[in-house]
């Protein structure tokens, strides 16, 4: 694989809220995903884990500072986002069903204006064949895993720099949850690529991250290393059913 | 009851020719419902608003006819933009109330200000396939052929190549084009096109350009039929351009030309010629707009997602 597609870069959460009509889900969040890290967030649910990867590319009401790299995204609109180098993978995957595998990643490309999509395009079909098997069929017929796939090669066409998964691992089969997850460690050690991944699936998210945030009530209850938390009584309890 | 199957030819033509009007005008509500879930019904307005311009710009100003057409839709489309932009952005797009009322207020304003400068007269208009070109070898009169004995008007043949030659354009710009891509992946999944760094609003915006260009199309060719323009001239056609729209599925844009097509067909066979054999004579009867209503109600009784529509299927 190429590795220098991606740049480093790091995302910087301060005091970050936010709220769905009078309801506030988040309460002033700070957290930090340091460039070419791995880092996850865990929590039950309502914890508020997507409300806080929708707030951070401006899908919903919110207050508070996100800073990508040197830049203040705050005021950034979701579209815009993605050309920062941000590409965020929502829960259920997203695709789009009426358009074919290949259209789906022509559109993940959208910003961008080179000539090296369709290489892209067929490094994606080898790193995952079956989603070239099935180029011209419509995203709506694939199966969980594959859709999964897809959502997450079509979320690297556009080349980002930083990107947020929002539980990849939902729908599927254990088997097909280890190789996804095998294949993001493999892109994190190759590319460099950051990540900030929503999981419900404590003990798979804390074997590939490098830190770990806990929230509870739309707060940030614990954080620490992955080895830090898997070794707290307290996660242990809570998330890892020991 | 005299079953008149010699004349029944004339019938299944003509039906087949407003049919792809009505197809042509089913699109264009189609193509704002596929992307926004929301019925335009500014639609029929907006493409008599063109039909004037066409007017003016050939019958006033005098210039050619194709070129006129093709300047309306221009700018029809730029009408398209302007009021995306201005009257429908700036709301919730998840609250259809709103924005439905204010393409029923639009529709009524753009009927008034026409009403007011043109009057309510019907203006003739130019056939742009009054007559065969003169390169074409004659082979019945100036203006149909013999098909079964019965008379294919030039006028039908012109409207089902404009219609197809369209949808050959539409399908290019819809299939090849960035913005294309876009458009169908705003339709497809509004929040994941964000996502993805597309501008919902310019995509919209472009989607609105193309549907009232259709709109336009659609007006031109049946001002003929209708005897030239009139501001009240799109009411009943978007009525029957809903019907096919409904039939064809809201969502599937070949569904809504097939529709509107199948709506031309029940119209001219079942009431129409269905009339002559009951009653024995031709009874223009305004049974026409009924049968309308009547596949609408049917359609959302039976298979409310239409013949080629997507089914909506809530998962629990």
Same mark, same amino acid.
């Given at each position: 694989?190429?590795?220098?597609?991606?740049?480093?870069?790091?995302?910087?959460?301060?005091?970050?809220?936010?709220?769905?009509?009078?309801?506030?889900?988040?309460?002033?969040?700070?957290?930090?995903?340091?460039?070419?890290?791995?880092?996850?967030?865990?929590?039950?649910?309502?914890?508020?884990?997507?409300?806080?990867?929708?707030?951070?590319?401006?899908?919903?009401?919110?207050?508070?500072?996100?800073?990508?790299?040197?830049?203040?995204?705050?005021?950034?609109?979701?579209?815009?986002?993605?050309?920062?180098?941000?590409?965020?993978?929502?829960?259920?995957?997203?695709?789009?069903?009426?358009?074919?595998?290949?259209?789906?990643?022509?559109?993940?490309?959208?910003?961008?204006?080179?000539?090296?999509?369709?290489?892209?395009?067929?490094?994606?079909?080898?790193?995952?064949?079956?989603?070239?098997?099935?180029?011209?069929?419509?995203?709506?017929?694939?199966?969980?895993?594959?859709?999964?796939?897809?959502?997450?090669?079509?979320?690297?066409?556009?080349?980002?720099?930083?990107?947020?998964?929002?539980?990849?691992?939902?729908?599927?089969?254990?088997?097909?949850?280890?190789?996804?997850?095998?294949?993001?460690?493999?892109?994190?050690?190759?590319?460099?690529?950051?990540?900030?991944?929503?999981?419900?699936?404590?003990?798979?998210?804390?074997?590939?991250?490098?830190?770990?945030?806990?929230?509870?009530?739309?707060?940030?209850?614990?954080?620490?290393?992955?080895?830090?938390?898997?070794?707290?009584?307290?996660?242990?309890?809570?998330?890892?059913?020991? | 009851?005299?079953?008149?199957?010699?004349?029944?030819?004339?019938?299944?033509?003509?039906?087949?020719?407003?049919?792809?009007?009505?197809?042509?005008?089913?699109?264009?509500?189609?193509?704002?419902?596929?992307?926004?879930?929301?019925?335009?019904?500014?639609?029929?307005?907006?493409?008599?608003?063109?039909?004037?311009?066409?007017?003016?710009?050939?019958?006033?100003?005098?210039?050619?006819?194709?070129?006129?057409?093709?300047?309306?839709?221009?700018?029809?489309?730029?009408?398209?933009?302007?009021?995306?932009?201005?009257?429908?952005?700036?709301?919730?797009?998840?609250?259809?109330?709103?924005?439905?009322?204010?393409?029923?207020?639009?529709?009524?304003?753009?009927?008034?200000?026409?009403?007011?400068?043109?009057?309510?007269?019907?203006?003739?208009?130019?056939?742009?396939?009054?007559?065969?070109?003169?390169?074409?070898?004659?082979?019945?009169?100036?203006?149909?052929?013999?098909?079964?004995?019965?008379?294919?008007?030039?006028?039908?043949?012109?409207?089902?190549?404009?219609?197809?030659? $369209?949808?050959?354009?539409?399908?290019?710009?819809?299939?090849?084009?960035? $913005?294309?891509?876009?458009?169908?992946?705003?339709?497809?999944?509004?929040?994941? $096109?964000?996502?993805?760094?597309?501008?919902?609003?310019? #995509?919209?915006?472009?989607?609105?350009?193309?549907?009232?260009?259709?709109? #336009?199309?659609?007006?031109?060719?049946?001002?003929?039929?209708?005897?030239?323009?009139?501001?009240?001239?799109?009411?009943?056609?978007?009525?029957?351009?809903?019907?096919?729209?409904?039939?064809?599925?809201?969502?599937?844009?070949?569904?809504?030309?097939?529709?509107?097509?199948?709506?031309?067909?029940?119209?001219?066979?079942?009431? #129409?010629?269905?009339?002559?054999?009951?009653?024995?004579?031709?009874?223009?009867?305004?049974?026409?707009?009924?049968?309308?209503?009547?596949?609408?109600?049917?359609?959302?009784?039976?298979?409310?997602?239409?013949?080629?529509?997507?089914?909506?299927?809530?998962?629990?």
């Amino acid at each position: 694989m190429v590795d220098d597609v991606f740049d480093e870069v790091g995302l910087k959460v301060e005091n970050l809220h936010a709220s769905y009509g009078a309801v506030e889900v988040l309460r002033g969040l700070d957290f930090e995903v340091p460039a070419k890290n791995v880092s996850v967030i865990l929590g039950a649910n309502g914890a508020g884990k997507t409300t806080t990867l929708r707030a951070i590319c401006n899908m919903c009401n919110t207050s508070g500072t996100v800073t990508l790299g040197d830049r203040d995204i705050s005021r950034t609109g979701t579209a815009e986002i993605v050309r920062q180098g941000m590409v965020h993978v929502p829960q259920g995957r997203g695709t789009f069903p009426e358009l074919s595998t290949m259209d789906n990643l022509m559109v993940g490309a959208y910003t961008r204006k080179d000539n090296e999509i369709k290489d892209d395009v067929d490094r994606w079909f080898e790193i995952f064949p079956v989603l070239g098997e099935r180029s011209s069929q419509m995203a709506g017929s694939l199966s969980g895993g594959e859709q999964q796939m897809l959502a997450v090669a079509r979320a690297l066409m556009a080349r980002p720099r930083l990107l947020l998964l929002d539980e990849p691992s939902l729908g599927l089969a254990p088997l097909i949850i280890e190789d996804l997850f095998d294949r993001f460690i493999t892109l994190n050690k190759e590319t460099g690529l950051t990540m900030l991944i929503v999981e419900q699936n404590a003990n798979l998210a804390l074997d590939m991250a490098d830190y770990a945030y806990v929230i509870e009530s739309g707060e940030i209850a614990l954080h620490g290393t992955s080895d830090q938390l898997k070794n707290d009584p307290a996660v242990q309890e809570a998330y890892l059913g020991a | 009851m005299t079953w008149n199957f010699d004349i029944l030819p004339d019938f299944i033509f003509n039906g087949l020719s407003l049919g792809a009007i009505y197809g042509t005008v089913a699109l264009a509500l189609v193509l704002i419902f596929k992307a926004t879930t929301l019925i335009n019904f500014a639609t029929g307005e907006l493409a008599m608003l063109g039909a004037f311009l066409v007017y003016v710009l050939h019958m006033e100003q005098g210039l050619w006819l194709w070129l006129s057409m093709l300047i309306a839709m221009a700018l029809s489309a730029g009408l398209g933009i302007l009021i995306e932009r201005s009257l429908t952005r700036p709301f919730d797009p998840s609250d259809h109330l709103p924005v439905v009322l204010i393409t029923l207020g639009l529709f009524l304003i753009l009927n008034a200000v026409a009403g007011d400068i043109w009057n309510y007269q019907v203006r003739i208009l130019s056939n742009p396939f009054g007559k065969f070109p003169s390169w074409v070898p004659s082979v019945g009169g100036d203006r149909f052929i013999e098909v079964f004995g019965s008379r294919l008007k030039y006028q039908s043949i012109g409207i089902w190549v404009t219609l197809a030659l $369209a949808l050959f354009i539409l399908g290019l710009i819809l299939n090849k084009t960035k $913005a294309g891509l876009a458009f169908r992946a705003v339709s497809s999944n509004v929040e994941s $096109a964000r996502l993805v760094g597309v501008h919902t609003g310019r #995509t919209l915006g472009f989607g609105w350009a193309i549907a009232s260009a259709f709109g #336009t199309l659609g007006a031109v060719l049946v001002a003929p039929q209708l005897g030239g323009v009139n501001p009240n001239m799109m009411a009943t056609i978007l009525i029957y351009a809903l019907a096919g729209a409904a039939l064809g599925g809201l969502d599937s844009l070949g569904g809504a030309v097939l529709g509107g097509i199948l709506v031309g067909l029940i119209q001219a066979v079942l009431v #129409t010629w269905g009339g002559v054999v009951v009653f024995g004579q031709l009874y223009m009867s305004i049974l026409q707009l009924a049968a309308a209503f009547v596949i609408i109600l049917i359609t959302l009784l039976f298979r409310p997602s239409g013949l080629f529509g997507t089914r909506r299927v809530e998962r629990v």
